[in-house]
């Protein structure tokens, strides 16, 4: 039984991961907390849903064409959307007090939810079920091929950003704007061009991050965000909000955690844990397990 819950737990925490660096990437350059971003995740849902649909009228089934296809275009999307955000919400109250910026984000993200919920209505959504096999067994355990996906896709963009981060100029651009603005800008960096590509890739992973909650559970609504964005926010805290490694161990533990507690405890208590985690961090570690202390934060 361990096993098992520690598999459905690091499915559960690459969701988690993809998610909480959305968060921790935005906190990291502005630090500030995007509360949009449970919105960016529950958009990127409904892309990979939409290209889902409209994939079979226009060519012939083909996994591997309709994973890359959904996943690109949730990405992408959710990135420009992310980018959109930040100029909207973030950009125009850069040197305004702290909360005003706070305030405008949680209006986007009312904004956006109640967007989707005219566009599409209210009920939740069946999402097409892609992975019809029969899970692997051995010696009791059961691994089913969408989990092997979420946790190496996962994996592997993670390994992608880690990389992008500390061997491209665009990388160390991004460190160094985390830093300090002023000093970033005296060495000829455009942080309002860094700023930007923050969200872009921190919403694109959060898109991706809905397409696979979606895949995983089965079914969608306008509001999905909110739980699985505490729960994302929870382990970019637990790991050290604004550090990158941070979140992606945060992600995984706190999605073993959660399974765990609903494997031997109750499942009806799963979503306790995440707050239960947040406010020991908080009591005990508020600068998490990677993170530093800062002097101002929202």
Do not use: C
């Not at 909480?20 to 990291?28: D, F, H, I, S």
């Not at 604004?242 to 073993?256: D, E, Q, S, T, Y």
């Not at 844990?273 to 202390?293: H, K």
């Amino acid at each position: 039984m361990f096993l098992q819950q520690l598999i459905n737990g690091l499915t559960l925490g690459s969701i988690y991961a993809l998610f909480a660096l959305g968060y921790t990437m935005v906190y990291g350059v502005l630090l500030m907390i995007n509360f949009a971003h449970s919105e960016i995740f529950m958009v990127g849902a409904y892309l990979g849903f939409w290209v889902l649909s409209l994939l079979p009228m226009l060519m012939a089934p083909s996994l591997p064409v309709y994973l890359m296809v959904i996943f690109v275009v949730a990405m992408l999307g959710t990135g420009a959307l992310a980018v959109a955000v930040e100029r909207s919400a973030y950009r125009p109250l850069r040197h305004a007090p702290r909360l005003a910026p706070l305030i405008s984000a949680i209006g986007v993200s009312i904004f956006l939810q109640n967007l989707v919920m005219l566009t599409v209505g209210a009920d939740s959504k069946p999402y097409p079920a892609l992975f019809t096999g029969a899970p692997i067994e051995f010696g009791g355990i059961r691994l089913t091929s969408l989990q092997i996906l979420i946790f190496g896709l996962a994996v592997v963009l993670m390994i992608l950003l880690q990389l992008f981060i500390t061997r491209t100029r665009l990388g160390t651009a991004m460190r160094a704007v985390a830093q300090n603005h002023i000093v970033s800008q005296l060495m000829g960096i455009n942080t309002g061009n860094i700023i930007a590509l923050t969200f872009f890739i921190g919403g694109g992973l959060g898109g991706v991050a809905g397409v696979l909650n979606g895949l995983y559970y089965g079914s969608i609504k306008y509001n999905m965000g909110f739980i699985p964005g505490i729960k994302a926010f929870t382990a970019a805290v637990l790991g050290g909000i604004g550090n990158v490694k941070g979140a992606m161990v945060g992600g995984f533990l706190l999605g073993v955690l959660e399974a765990l507690a609903a494997g031997y405890i109750s499942s009806e208590y799963k979503d306790v844990i995440a707050f239960v985690v947040l406010i020991l961090v908080l009591f005990f570690r508020p600068t998490g397990i990677f993170g530093e202390a800062v002097t101002e934060k929202i």
